[in-house]
């Protein structure tokens, strides 16, 4: 497997497999928690990624992506500054017990310690549906602060 950072030459494969990820979520829990749009995804992928908004460090096995962590920076007081968010983190299942996920993590860890950020945080999918994936992050170093994730739509 290699890893790396992609250009928005590869985001309609990297938006295909992010809708890979919510379509997953919602056929775990039975609720429609987004509205899953191929064609907004890869035009978002690909201004994200070009306007430097939205890091992607894609997973490959030969020339094809098989995961992807998508991270962005924020900043806030009680972080003490700059850190970086995973908005999404998706490995396919036929890789998936073969430490890819693992790897993945590595590399933006790698990453984040480059842009100088304080922390990673990241949002997992429903629990207890996704017991197994707050279980993964919590054995690649991760611990559960608390709370909830939230929205307020804006329409």
């Known amino acids: 497997m290699k890893y790396k950072i992609i250009d928005n030459s590869q985001s309609e ?6 809708v890979c990820l919510t ?3 919602i056929e775990c829990t039975g609720i429609k928690h987004f509205d899953v749009d191929v064609p907004l995804a890869i035009n978002l992928c690909e201004n994200f990624v070009s306007n ?7 997973a490959f096995d030969g020339d094809k992506i098989i995961g ?3 991270i962005c920076e924020s900043h806030s007081l ?4 700059s850190f970086g ?9 036929e890789y998936r017990s073969k430490d890819v996920g693992k790897s993945l993590i590595h590399e933006i860890l790698k990453f984040a310690k480059k842009q100088d950020w304080k922390r990673l945080e990241l949002c997992t999918p429903p629990v207890p ?10 054995s690649n170093g991760f611990e559960i602060t608390g709370g909830y994730k ?3 739509a804006i329409a």
């Open 129 to 138: 549906e996704f017991d197994r994936t707050v279980e993964f992050y919590k």
């Open 85 to 93: 968010i995973i908005q999404e983190f998706y490995v396919m299942p």
């Open 150 to 152: 939230m929205k307020y």
């Open 52 to 58: 430097g908004l939205y890091h992607v460090i894609a």
């Open 13 to 18: 494969d990297i938006a295909k497999l992010a």
């Open 78 to 81: 009680y972080a003490e500054g």
């Open 68 to 70: 992807f962590g998508a």
């Open 23 to 25: 379509n997953e979520i």
